[in-house]
Nanobody, 118 residues
């Protein structure tokens, strides 16, 4: 079906930057939405950012102005540039893809951990 492989997670200091990458392969439609979600200890998985093939993006209020999602459409790769990182950004970050036209199921990567600590 669809496979998603994340990379780029790690340990960074508050105020630092990190870039996550996600490579998608498989049955990917021309119209789709890829995104990033995160899950912190003791919390539910939450939306971080999404980007459609149309270029429309969404961001969680907590990351607006700090994170930027981008896509390499030719390579079916999505990136998350994270700047001005805060300790509360610590979580496992998951890549997702959902085909559109027709609408499909959401596929998930296995996640990459991000830790923001002094």
């Amino acid at each position: 079906q669809v496979q998603l492989v994340e990379s780029g997670g790690g340990l960074v200091q508050p105020g630092g930057s990190l870039r996550l990458s996600c490579a998608a392969s498989g049955s990917i439609f021309g119209a789709n939405v890829m995104g990033w979600y995160r899950q912190a200890p003791g919390k539910e998985r939450e939306l971080v950012a999404t980007r459609r093939t149309s270029g429309i993006t969404t961001y969680a209020d907590s990351v607006k102005g700090r994170f930027t999602i981008s896509r390499d459409n030719a390579g079916n790769t999505v990136y998350l540039q994270m700047n001005s990182l805060k300790p509360e950004d610590t979580a496992v970050y998951y890549c997702s893809l959902r085909n559109l036209i027709p609408n499909g199921l959401v596929y998930w990567g296995k996640g990459t951990p991000v830790t923001v600590s002094p």
